[in-house]
């Protein structure tokens, strides 16, 4: 990220959630708070290359909100979400006695903050903000997690070192009954020349916005990594499993490479 500067590629984000309400209806993901965080009418022009990812960002939002769902009906009371950006969750927090950690690097949370005041969207009384920079200090200094944590980790893995990603990991896997979603990126080398350009130019994008891409994984290696952790339950879904749940599109060959989703719950 830039010095000083919100995260661009939370805005970004943002706007893919946005433009879902519009363009799909909401239909993988409903916020009724999308548009209104971003503060301008979303981008309806249906350009070919961002509708993979506008459908992804939905799917994976869609994912851990369900999930969260069965957390909470089997007794979470804590929801953190990691990497926050503009994230409205903890504003349509339908569920007694649930509180809410929005942890962010704080320049970008600083902006959320303004953002949420210029929308008049209420901040919540069971919602608390963690501002840290993952990659300069230890969550354990700053956050208290709760035995059975519901941890939210979308669209973060991929701009985190290597180092930033496995002590994140640890802090999560360190929580006593920690569940966790969060999305990762493979490496393109595995893919057709086709979607690597196209993921190569996005890539470019975000390093020139200062949020290089830092961190792939192989769906192996996460596993891996996960059971070391002790993670008992993992469910990773792939493009091919995100195209048969959430986007009506069957068939797709279950090796075919590109980004995950995946929830794991120490149990
Ligand atoms: C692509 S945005 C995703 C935001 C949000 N989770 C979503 O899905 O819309 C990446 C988020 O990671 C946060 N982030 C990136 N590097 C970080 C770091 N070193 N420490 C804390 N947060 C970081 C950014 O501030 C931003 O909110």
């Known amino acids: 990220m830039e010095t000083g500067q919100p995260s661009r ?4 984000a943002a706007r893919y959630r946005a433009a879902h309400q519009v363009i799909d209806g ?3 993901f ?3 708070l999308a548009v209104r965080i971003v503060g301008e009418p979303p981008d309806t022009d249906e350009v070919p290359g961002r509708r993979g990812q506008r459908l992804f960002i939905a799917a994976r939002a869609r994912f851990a909100e369900d999930a969260l769902a069965a957390a909470f009906e089997r007794g979470t009371r804590q929801a953190v ?3 926050a950006g503009l994230d409205t969750f903890a504003y349509r ?3 007694p006695g649930l509180e809410v950690v929005e942890v962010d690097h704080p ?3 600083a902006w959320k903050r303004r953002r949420l005041h210029d929308a008049r969207i209420e901040v919540p009384a069971t919602l608390t903000y963690v501002p840290v920079d993952f990659e300069k200090e230890s969550l354990r200094d700053r956050l208290a997690a709760r035995a059975g944590a519901f941890f939210v980790w979308l669209g973060v893995v991929p701009y985190l070192s290597r180092t930033g990603f496995d002590e994140t990991l640890a802090f999560v896997a360190g929580t006593d009954r920690a569940e966790v979603v969060f999305d990762y990126a493979m490496p393109t080398a595995s893919m057709s020349s086709e979607r690597r350009t196209a993921l190569e130019a996005r890539a470019a994008r975000a390093a020139r916005v200062g949020e290089p891409w830092r ?3 192989q769906p192996e290696e996460i596993a891996g990594l996960l059971n070391e952790h002790g993670f008992g339950e993992v469910e990773d ?6 195209a048969e749940r959430y986007f009506g599109r069957p068939g797709v060959p279950k090796d075919t490479p590109g980004g995950h989703v995946l929830r794991a719950r120490k149990i």
């Open 215 to 217: 961190s792939s994984f």
């Open 93 to 95: 927090n339908p569920y």
């Open 26 to 28: 909401g239909a993988i």
């Open 81 to 83: 979400v990691l990497g």
């Open 30 to 32: 409903a916020d009724p």
């Open 9 to 12: 590629t939370a805005y970004s």
């Open 237 to 242: 879904l792939g493009p091919a499993e995100l």
């Open 107 to 109: 320049d970008t949370q």
